[in-house]
């Protein structure tokens, strides 16, 4: 019987879907240092996190989103240049790139003078994926 319990167990978690590693509680509580500059409205207008800031884009579905893809958002000339070169937001590059925006577009483009407009930099590991892990939990379907 207990083998029978385990495989149930690893088909249903097979079958779920799949959210990020971090903590998205934690993330809603971290997400209180970028309300500043960014915001979360879904597609019909409700704004979901934030408060209408337009410093940084709307981060909605930024889950598998090609960086520098937001129309109407004007981007730093690296944003564009790492979207041009096939960088998309998933977990491993939200926090890469949230924790040194600026470093983080210069080494995926490859220009040593590229800058982000973001200037804040998540120093924990743990913060960053919490983030990613509460943005994704606001766009899941």
Same mark, same amino acid.
């Given at each position: ?10 088909? #249903? ?10 903590? #998205? &509680? ?12 960014? %915001? ?47 960088? %998309? ?8 790139? %949230? ?12 220009? &040593? ?14 913060? #960053? ?13």
């Amino acid at each position: 019987m207990k083998l029978t319990l385990t495989l149930a167990a690893v088909a #249903a978690l097979t079958s779920a879907p799949v959210f990020a590693e971090g903590d #998205a &509680a934690a993330g809603e509580k971290a997400f209180k240092q970028c309300v500043a500059c960014h %915001v979360v409205v879904n597609d019909a207008g409700e704004t979901l996190a934030g408060r209408k800031a337009k410093v940084g884009p709307n981060l909605y579905g930024i889950m598998d989103r090609a960086a520098g893809s937001v129309e109407g958002f004007k981007y730093s000339k690296g944003m564009l240049a790492a979207g041009e070169a096939g960088t %998309v937001w998933t977990e491993e590059t939200f926090m890469a790139f %949230v924790q040194d925006p600026t470093t983080y577009l210069r080494e995926v483009t490859g220009d &040593a003078k590229a800058r982000s407009k973001m200037t804040y930099k998540v120093r924990k590991p743990d913060d #960053a994926a919490n983030l990613y892990a509460y943005l994704s939990s606001l766009s899941a379907e």
